[in-house]
């Protein structure tokens, strides 16, 4: 199926989501991450990165919009476009190459940019409720539910 949903009751459960998915991603995915400030989007991609065998930190790109991480199996861009106000500078920052067969995209407010970035394979949305949180991953296309059907969780 195309969705899937769940609650995370503490960072850690985010953490292991994001672990998840680093076994079960295909090179090239585009991952949508939606969800309010402190929703936990940086520590999802913290875990999923984790799980891709970064060691150190992972920064939340907010200034940079975009930290790169050349990893074993492939590079992962993260991208944090909150403070994103300008077409142009998507454009002039050569952004749009950073998307291709052999990388990962993952994209912290992307409707901060719409209209400018690839489709996405996967969205996975967070959000605050009670003490943790819910995640609802949806799938967009035939590699994002491929993707899903190796999710082990
Ligand atoms: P975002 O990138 O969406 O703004 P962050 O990943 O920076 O959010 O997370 C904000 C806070 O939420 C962090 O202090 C993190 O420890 C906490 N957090 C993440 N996941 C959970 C969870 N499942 N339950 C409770 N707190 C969490
Ligand atoms: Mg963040």
Redesign the pocket.
Known sequence: TSTRSGY????A??LGLGASLAQAIIPGMVIFLE??????????TRGLLQGLGHQGRVK?PTYTLVETYPLASLTAHHFDLYRFNDPEEWEDAGFRELFGHDTLCLV?WPEKAQGLLPQPDLTLA?AVAD???TYRIHAHDAQGIQCLSRLSI
């Open positions: 995370l009751p503490d960072e459960a985010t969800g309010d400030l402190g929703a936990g989007k940086t520590t999802l939340s912290e967070l003490d943790g949180r």
